[in-house]
């Protein structure tokens, strides 16, 4: 019995200490379960990994791999310049393995639940327990975040990878000591360049920090020292050396150093030819809301679905890299300036206001008995509206509204939490708002006009619901802070004072 004793003891010690872990662990798998059981009997299983055209994409460059040894675009024939491999080789193992993807779904399903649990580590970590524990709870019960783990899309697989990479580079910054702060740097390099593999937008990340420490060293030169700035360079070497093979390859194939074909193309087809439509169009705000539709521009602009993107038999390949991107600058450059305010404007507006719940009402079949109620509401055409709502649309209505409230919130929120945090917060939680601020920016500038679409925004997910959390609660933790003395309520990491101690002896 005391034997039994014991273990029980042990067991509820565990549990008392790691009980927010299991609990958002538990929460996060049982609602993507439940949906994952709703979208089988609504539209069938077979939706999850032939439901959208990345996602055939996907399963086909998988399987190529295995039957081929090598990665072979669609048409089986001409090696593959659209895609990295990261996200396929991650597939491949799958069906090498079970010839099955359900596996792979519920890999996703526990790669989720880990992303919610590294949310709250790193918000546990430089901000509260309660903040990292509330934006965790938030991203594991956000739809767009439920759903996009039950398709074979690669944004969980990378914000899994990405979330490693934050922890660490995090780590990096405030770590106190050399052989410490040169692991870290190692392992946030490392992480980053195996998301690259998975996403290309990650590709420029590492570029980026550069302006970013250089912002630390004239705001915070505690932070910057010489070593740690060593340990940045051995970072830069993992981060961008790792990927480097494979821009050797394409330049031995295509002759091209780009990591992919989908700079070019996104440039092309996604930016120059939304901005060639924006310009044309009659309304401005209704083109950027959709609520607009705008007839073909004047000149040599192709509409997107005519690209063959998708398609690799149509030749599209990075041998076409350099004449999309003349296509895109010959559009661009003729109005800079109105098209970096589009651009900024979409993104980041995009992100902050956009609804994405809606997505999943699609993916499970549900489809509009009518069109045009996104015109009909920004008309203020009243009729129009209460006809298309009787007809049909008003679960549709209700899911865009709620989704459109939700992230206008999250955005008011984490506006308020980035201001506390620069004002009142010690400088380690100051600098991780900082860098969660700089990345929300990084996603939506590289996004564009393409904000609107639920997968997007989603790697920038974790960082608006960890400076909204810090919102949420600000009031109650500066009167906490005003009786603590320290500024925000927030007690700064142990190993904090240890590293002021080494820099005074620096």
């Known amino acids: 019995m005391k034997f039994w004793d014991f273990c029980l003891r042990i ?6 200490a790691h009980r927010r872990i299991l609990f958002i662990v538990g929460i996060a798998l049982a609602m993507r379960g439940l949906l994952f059981l709703v979208f089988m009997n609504a539209v069938g299983v077979s939706v999850f990994w032939e439901g959208a055209d990345d996602v055939r994409a996907y399963v086909a460059l998988a399987k190529n791999m295995l039957t081929h040894g090598s990665f072979i675009s669609q048409n089986e024939i001409t090696p593959e310049s659209w895609y990295t491999p990261g996200y396929p080789a991650f597939l491949a193992g799958f069906w090498y393995a ?20 590294l949310v709250y580590v790193i918000g546990k970590s430089f901000f509260t327990e309660k903040i990292g524990f509330t ?35 995090l780590q990096f910054l405030f770590s106190p000591e050399w052989p410490n702060v040169q692991t870290y740097a190692v392992l946030a390099g490392v992480f980053l360049a195996a998301a690259t593999y998975v996403r290309q937008i990650a590709f420029l990340i590492p570029l980026a920090l550069i302006f ?16 740690r ?98 296509k895109a600058k010959d559009i661009i450059l003729a109005h800079p300036v109105e098209y970096v ?53 008003l679960l549709w209505f209700l899911v865009g509204f709620s989704g459109h409230v939700f992230f206008i919130a999250v955005t008011i929120l984490m506006i308020m939490g980035t201001v506390t945090v620069f004002r009142r917060g010690p400088p ?71 590293y002021k101690r080494i820099q005074a002896k620096e």
Do not use: C
Request: proline share 4%; charged share 15%.
């Open 428 to 498: 380690i939680t100051a600098l991780t708002g900082a860098l969660l601020l700089f990345l929300f920016f990084y996603f939506a500038v590289a996004t564009g006009p393409v904000a609107y679409r639920d997968r997007y925004r989603y790697p920038a997910l974790p960082a608006m619901f960890l400076l909204a959390a810090t919102g949420l609660f600000y009031k109650r933790d500066m009167l906490h802070a005003k009786s603590h003395d320290l500024g925000y309520g927030v007690d700064e990491p142990e190993h904090d004072s240890k």
């Open 98 to 117: 079970a010839h099955s993807w359900i596996p792979a779904i519920v890999v996703q399903h526990v790669l989720a639940a880990g992303s919610a649990v």
């Open 135 to 169: 934006a965790a709870l938030v991203f594991a019960l956000e739809p767009t975040s439920l759903y996009l783990s039950s398709f074979l899309w690669s944004e969980t697989l990378f914000l899994f990878l990405f979330l490693l990479f934050l922890y660490f580079f």
């Open 341 to 393: 305010s589009f651009h900024l404007v979409t993104g980041v507006g995009g992100f902050m206001i956009q609804d994405t719940w809606r997505g999943i009402l699609r993916r499970a079949g549900f489809t509009l008995s009518r069109s045009g109620l996104k015109e009909a509401l920004f008309n203020r055409n009243i009729p129009i509206v209460r006809s298309l709502v009787s007809s049909g649309n």
């Open 11 to 16: 067991i509820k010690t565990r549990f008392a």
């Open 229 to 326: 700035m060593y340990g940045f360079v051995l970072f830069l070497v993992m981060s961008m050396g790792l990927v480097t093979p494979w821009m050797a390859r394409n330049k031995i194939l295509f002759d091209s150093w780009s990591l992919g074909a989908s700079s070019s193309v996104t440039l092309y087809f996604i930016d120059a030819v939304s901005f060639a439509y924006y310009r044309n169009a009659h309304s401005k705000i209704g083109y950027i809301i959709g609520a607009e539709h705008v007839e073909k521009p004047e000149g040599d602009v192709w509409p997107r679905s005519q690209g063959g993107i998708f398609s690799d038999d149509a030749g599209f390949g990075l041998h076409l890299e350099d004449f999309y991107t003349k």
């Open 212 to 227: 970013f420490m250089a912002m630390i060293g004239f705001i915070a030169p505690p932070y910057a020292t010489r070593r």
